[in-house]
């Protein structure tokens, strides 16, 4: 059974840093693409990295560019983000999502896998 568990959530003033990291078990975890989602109160999981099972590909949204950054250990079987220069509108519970192949993709479907969720609350 496949198992994502995330932390480093927490509150952050604006313009401040936080590193969010999911520890998977239950599978071979380099092989699977990665991917970290939110979601604000009353608003539609939405969709904010992703990284290949190399990491060699990565994507991002448009809104988190040049301010988050997605990266692996393959061999502590741990992804990360690295969130910087945070905003209010950042504000929301970050999920950690495991792919069902290696390539990057970016829809929620595309991922069978979820953890828990993170809160991030960036005060202004």
């Known amino acids: 059974q496949v198992q994502l568990v995330e932390s480093g959530g927490g509150l952050v003033q604006a313009g401040g840093s936080l590193r969010l990291s999911c520890a998977a078990s239950g599978r071979t975890f380099s092989s699977y693409a990665m991917g970290w989602f939110r979601q604000a109160p009353g608003k539609e999981r939405e969709f904010v990295a992703a990284i290949s099972w190399s990491g060699g590909s990565t994507d991002y949204a448009d809104s988190v560019k040049g301010r988050f950054t997605i990266s692996r250990d393959n061999a502590k079987r741990t992804v990360y983000l690295q969130m910087n220069s945070l905003k209010s509108e950042d504000t929301a519970v970050y999920y950690c999502?495991?792919?069902?192949?290696?390539?990057?993709?970016?829809?929620?479907?595309?991922?069978?896998?979820w953890g828990q969720g993170t809160q991030v609350t960036v005060s202004s």
């Open positions: 999502a495991g792919g069902r192949f290696g390539a990057v993709v970016v829809e929620v479907y595309e991922y069978p896998y």
